[in-house]
């Protein structure tokens, strides 16, 4: 069993910025790609960003694309979600996962292709 423990949300303003972090319970974490979703009140839960755990290739969704920033540290099992120029419909429920074997772009893009979630955190951007 795998624990993800995200930390870092809050309240902030329009255009402010915050780091998500998200640290995994076993050092098998650089062998897989993680991802951070969000689900706002009453919508699905929605790709926000990968990183691959090999390469550390990256994608992300348009929404959010050039204002936030995945990165990870493999030595302290530990990834990361840079938030910049945040705006009030960025405000949600951010959940980090780790994704399934062989994962593929496509796949994490979608929450099918994870297998553990972390418990989430609050992101509330006020205008």
């Known amino acids: 069993q795998v624990q993800l423990v995200e930390s870092g949300g809050g309240l902030v303003q329009a255009g402010d910025s915050l780091r998500l972090s998200c640290t995994a319970s076993?050092?098998?974490?650089?062998?897989?790609?993680m991802g951070w979703f969000r689900q706002a009140p009453g919508k699905e839960r929605d790709f926000v960003a990968a990183?691959?755990?090999?390469?550390?290739?990256?994608s992300y969704a348009d929404s959010v694309k050039g204002r936030f920033t995945i990165s990870r540290d493999n030595a302290k099992i530990t990834v990361y979600l840079q938030m910049n120029s945040l705006k009030p419909e960025d405000t949600a429920v951010y959940y980090c996962?780790?994704?399934?074997?062989?994962?593929?772009?496509?796949?994490?893009?979608?929450?099918?292709?994870?297998?553990?979630w972390g418990q989430g955190t609050q992101v509330t951007v006020s205008s």
């Open positions: 990183i691959s755990g090999s390469s550390g290739s990256t």
């Open positions: 076993r050092r098998t974490f650089s062998n897989y790609a």
């Open positions: 996962a780790r994704g399934l074997p062989f994962s593929t772009s496509d796949s994490l893009q979608s929450p099918s292709g994870y297998a553990y």
